[in-house]
């Protein structure tokens, strides 16, 4: 049973960090540059 909750808790801390490096990279590349375009000399 121990094996299972190990196997389960790196399972979720991987996903975790996929999902945290998707998210920066989505408002890294997608989002910020708009509010770039009405801001200039913003840096963010």
Do not use: N
Request: net charge negative; hydrophobic share 55%; no cysteine.
């Amino acid at each position: 049973m121990a094996k299972q909750e190990f196997l389960g808790l790196a399972i979720g801390f991987i996903m975790g960090t996929v999902i945290g490096r998707v998210v920066t990279a989505l408002v890294q590349d997608l989002i910020m540059p708009i509010p770039s375009v009405f801001i200039e000399g913003g840096d963010w």
